[in-house]
C-alpha cells in the first residue's frame, strides 16, 4: 500500500491489544445485529501517516 503523504511503501503493523480491534455498524434497533470487521493497520516508515482498512468493508 503506498502511503497518501509521501508516496512511500506502507508497511502493515498490529494493534497490540487483548483480542484485537474491530469495527461495528450501526444499528436501527437494539434487535438488529451490527456488520463486525477487522481492522488492518499500515504504517508508513518515511512520515509516520498511518491508515486503518476494514478487512470486511463489503459487509457495510
Known amino acids: 500500500m503506498e502511503c497518501i503523504k509521501c508516496k512511500n511503501e506502507m508497511t ?3 494493534f497490540l491489544s487483548f483480542g484485537g480491534f474491530q ?3 450501526e444499528t436501527k434497533s437494539i434487535f438488529e445485529t ?3 470487521s477487522n ?3 499500515y504504517v508508513c516508515n518515511k512520515c509516520g501517516y498511518v491508515e486503518l482498512k476494514a478487512t470486511d468493508y463489503k459487509k457495510f
Open 39 to 41: 481492522i488492518e493497520v
Open 23 to 25: 469495527i461495528e455498524s
Open 12 to 14: 502493515k503493523a498490529k
Open 34 to 36: 451490527p456488520e463486525r
